[in-house]
């Protein structure tokens, strides 16, 4: 029997793309790890590392936290991997991000979820919640029963900041602008795949036939969809 080969792939797409979707769904069809930064920035925050109190630090004066903490914090996480496949979700985010990630580890596949910026925003601009209970509807696929009313309590709905139009459109400007170099630099490395479409579920098979050629000994994976 020969060696099982180790993939490493990155995910990108934009807030609203489905790449949590897509995520958790490669990781049930081809047992890679998944690993999300905002997870790994998150333990770090609650453990009191050194990286987490240094970030915290940031978030709280409302600074960026620099690439080099970003990248060892990613990577320190990243140490005990060797022998696993992983999907990693929200990191690199930019290109010196890549390169240290690069210095380590072969990327072998960029999945880069190309959903249109339009699609994008009806989606989110479309979702209402009730807060107390955290319910949330859809004005074109869920709507409640009484516009801007819950349908349990009654009590009114209200919008997230962050999926108010303005916001929604800020976010995928700033998204666009700074991960545009990072896809263009694994373009040039041979490794970027894109997948273009408007729904999660059109796009997925084109992604699960893609990493069923790619990922070795997987082949038995054809049939979970």
């Not at 081809?30 to 240094?54: Q, Y």
């Not at 989110?124 to 009730?130: A, F, G």
């Not at 009654?154 to 896809?183: A, F, I, N, W």
Request: hydrophobic share 35%; glycine share 8%.
């Amino acid at each position: 029997m020969g060696l099982q080969t180790v993939f490493r792939a990155v995910i990108m797409g934009a807030p609203g793309s489905g790449k949590g979707t897509v995520s958790s769904r490669i990781a049930q069809s081809f047992g890679l790890k998944h690993l999300s930064s905002g997870d790994m920035l998150r333990a770090n925050i609650e453990a009191k590392t050194d990286l987490g109190v240094l970030m915290k630090s940031c978030i709280d004066q409302g600074q960026l936290v620099p690439d080099d903490v970003i990248s060892r914090l990613i990577l320190s996480s990243l140490r005990g991997l060797e022998q696993s496949s992983w999907l990693l979700d929200g990191f690199p985010r930019t290109v010196a991000q890549a390169e240290a990630l690069d210095s380590v580890y072969d990327v072998d596949s960029l999945i880069n979820l190309d959903v249109p910026f339009q699609t994008i925003r009806e989606r989110l601009t479309s979702r209402w919640v009730h807060l107390p209970s955290g319910r949330v509807y859809n004005i074109d696929f869920n709507p409640p029963k009484k516009p801007g009313l819950d349908d349990v309590t009654g009590e009114p709905l209200v919008q997230r900041d962050d999926d108010s139009p303005e916001t929604v459109s800020r976010r995928l400007k700033d998204y666009e602008r700074q991960t545009q170099p990072v896809l263009e630099y694994y373009r040039s490395k041979g490794v970027l795949e894109t997948f273009s479409g408007t729904e999660t579920n059109k796009i997925w098979p084109h992604v699960h036939a893609f990493l069923t050629r790619k990922i070795p000994g997987n082949q038995q994976a054809m049939g979970k969809a």
